[in-house]
């Protein structure tokens, strides 16, 4: 049967062009974002210097952590995006972050098409309305990160899934993009975005007893094949590259990383062990400004649950089991991160309006309440980002200070023909190796600082602000203090001739 979509005109042409203006205006801010906001430590620095590095070295299998040590936390699609950026634009904010925005965009207009297949114009323009100008989102729309490109896998298997099995508009295609998506995740996640993707799936085909349809209307061994031909050469060149990734990647990312809260076994950092429970918490706050938004109608609970359950579709079901499964899969889990819940975040912001829709008195979508409410928490986010921007492109150090853009550049400005290296003192910084290409060092003990001294060259010593804990008194005294940037100050090496003159007068 074909499916045929339910069309509503409640939002009136100048709501309408409003809408588009707002999210229009947040791609602008976003895109300025791109080029003013520096790479910061230790995420986004790390994936970008990880493409940066997949440049110089051309090579397009092996992610690198540092020099010929492969990078064996995560596939490599979302280094692939940026190290193509930079390939084509150059070694910068740019070129590491546009196919990010692009995939991000190319996600908005996917899920928009989707919805207004199944509910009209207005239902999927609300919704990415609230998508565009979540703050999980909008952060992750430009940011050298995985989870972006991995949410846009699973959104697409999860459009695609539902868009097959109600015969939508164009079904057998969306059949097979179910399967494009899961290779998208597996390229872009692993194992991981698979389970995020069938385990919501699962849930709803259990609860509407869908089984006969799943079976009948899902084309699983074309879209098996389909999906495993793009995904699996890469995982079986990498491990024929660099033997033991699969164990490693397998294993250990995806089972006692999350099972083991003291799990010694990353390579990579430490985990991120958190109280059981917490990414209940971290859903809230990655939703934020509209978590009030989609809890409100809740008061009406009765209302609401009535009209998930009767809906003859299950479409408001299928959206609730997609956005709460990352906390039911997390639950349990011992490291966590914010961004873990980013997978069931598009299927909130869809759900928003059903649920506001049964909440009220008429069952109509939406009130003068709703629209104050809707369009009070637009503007709130509008805000937050404009001023996010504001900050950061004017307070420079001062605000961000997981950033060594700053003291990169101070160093620049100082160097003479003279200048030696960019060394830091017991701590690795990926944005100073992205913004040194690669050049700035990591000092671990009294016979690097006496290197240091000893050479031809003026060096440059980065220390965290106030501890110089471990660094000898003499080695200090051969370096000026010469700023503070974020968390860390600079000293920059004396002229030899300086360091003779204060050598003689110390001289009895």
């Known amino acids: 049967m074909k499916h045929s979509r339910t069309t509503c005109d409640w939002i009136g042409d100048r709501g309408r062009k409003a809408l588009w203006a707002f999210i229009g205006l947040l791609a602008v801010l976003r895109i ?18 990880i493409a940066r590095k997949m440049v110089e070295t051309n090579d397009w299998v092996t992610p690198q952590f540092r020099y010929g040590v492969p990078f064996w936390g995560k596939p490599p699609l979302h280094t692939w995006l940026s190290a193509s950026g930079m390939k084509l634009f150059g070694v910068n904010h740019f070129g590491g972050r546009i196919f990010i ?9 996917m899920l928009y098409r989707w919805a207004r297949e199944k509910a009209g114009n207005d239902y999927a323009l609300v919704g990415i309305t609230i998508l ?3 703050g999980l989102f909008y952060l992750a729309s430009a940011t050298v990160m995985t989870d972006l490109v991995m949410v846009a896998g699973t959104s697409m298997s999860m459009a695609g899934f539902y868009a097959a099995i109600h015969r939508m508009p164009k079904f057998r295609l969306w059949g097979y993009l179910f399967f494009v998506g899961l290779a998208i995740g597996m390229l872009a996640k692993g194992p991981v975005a698979v389970l995020l993707t069938a385990l919501p799936i699962f849930l709803w085909v259990l609860i509407g007893n869908h089984w006969v349809d799943t079976w009948q209307r899902i084309p699983w061994i074309k879209g098996g094949l389909l999906s495993f031909a793009i ?5 079986v060149i990498a491990e024929m590259k660099t033997p033991g990734f699969l164990e490693y990647f397998i294993v ?10 003291g799990w010694k076994g990353d390579l990579y950092g430490s985990g991120h062990s958190q109280p059981k429970g917490m990414i209940w918490i971290f859903w809230v706050l990655a939703l934020l400004p509209w978590s ?6 809740f008061v009406r609970f009765k209302r609401v649950f009535s009209g998930i359950r009767n809906e003859n579709d299950g479409w408001s079901l299928y959206l609730l089991c997609w956005a709460l499964s990352p906390m039911i899969f997390f639950t349990m889990a011992a490291n966590i991160i914010a961004p873990y819940v980013f997978t069931g975040v598009p299927a909130v912001c869809f759900l928003s309006v059903n649920l506001w829709k049964f909440a009220s008195l008429d069952g109509s979508f939406p009130s003068k309440g709703t629209c104050r409410f809707f369009v009070g ?17 004017t307070l420079g150090s001062d605000a961000m200070k997981k950033s060594q853009m700053y003291a990169i550049a101070e160093i620049e400005r100082l160097g003479g023909d003279d200048a030696g290296s960019v060394n830091y003192w017991q701590r690795r910084y990926y944005s100073a190796e992205f913004y040194t290409n690669g050049k700035s060092r990591v000092v671990e003990d009294e016979v690097g600082l006496l290197n240091l001294i000893e050479n031809d060259k003026r060096d440059f010593l980065l220390t965290r602000s106030g501890n110089t804990k471990g660094i000898p008194q003499n080695v200090m005294e051969r370096f ?9 100050d600079l000293f920059f090496e004396k002229p030899l001739q300086a360091q003779s003159t204060s050598s003689s007068a110390n001289e009895p």
């Open 32 to 49: 300025l974002m791109i080029f003013q906001i520096p790479f910061t430590d230790t995420t986004e620095a790390r994936y970008a210097e």
């Open 101 to 109: 925005f692009l995939t991000a965009i190319a996600m908005v207009v």
């Open 132 to 134: 565009s100008s979540c």
């Open 231 to 235: 995904f699996v050469p890469w995982y």
């Open 252 to 261: 250990g990312e995806h089972f006692q990383r999350f099972l083991d809260s």
């Open 292 to 297: 009030f938004f989609f809890m409100a109608p």
């Open 377 to 393: 928490t637009a503007l709130t986010a509008f805000l937050i980002f404009a001023i996010a921007y504001v900050a950061f492109s």
């Open 480 to 488: 000026a203090f010469k700023g503070r940037f974020g968390k860390d």
